[in-house]
């Protein structure tokens, strides 16, 4: 079992930059995709970046060039940079954890979810 714990959300204004970090504890990391999804109320929950065991990063058109993701095996830990902030990007962010990803876009393709954490950016 993997437990998944996102910390760093918060509000701040269009343009500005937040870091989310999600920490594991359980097992190691190193042999999982990790991946960031985010949802808004009544909406699909959708893909933003992942990275896989080699740290080969992956992003959603939509944040490519504004987000990096990363990952520290050591520390068992896997972060977002998020960078010129905009107000759609508001939303409650969740860490993954998977292995085996086929489909990395695909929620069904990840074992382990964190509880999420609230980022709101506002005009």
């Known amino acids: 079992q993997v437990q998944l714990r996102e910390s760093g959300g918060g509000l701040t204004q269009a343009g500005g930059s937040l870091r989310l970090s999600c920490t594991a504890s359980?097992?190691?990391?190193?042999?999982?995709?990790m991946s960031w999804f985010r949802q808004v109320p009544g909406e699909e929950r959708e893909f933003v970046a992942a990275i896989s065991r080699d740290t080969v990063p992956t992003y959603a058109d939509s944040v490519k060039g504004r987000f990096t993701i990363s990952r520290e095996d050591t520390k068992n830990m896997v972060s977002l940079q998020m960078s010129s902030l905009k107000p759609e990007d508001t939303a409650v962010y969740y860490c993954a954890a998977g292995r085996g990803v086929m489909e990395i876009t695909a929620q069904s393709e990840y074992d382990y979810w964190g509880q999420g954490t609230q980022v709101t950016i506002s005009a």
């Open positions: 359980g097992r190691s990391i190193s042999n999982y995709r």
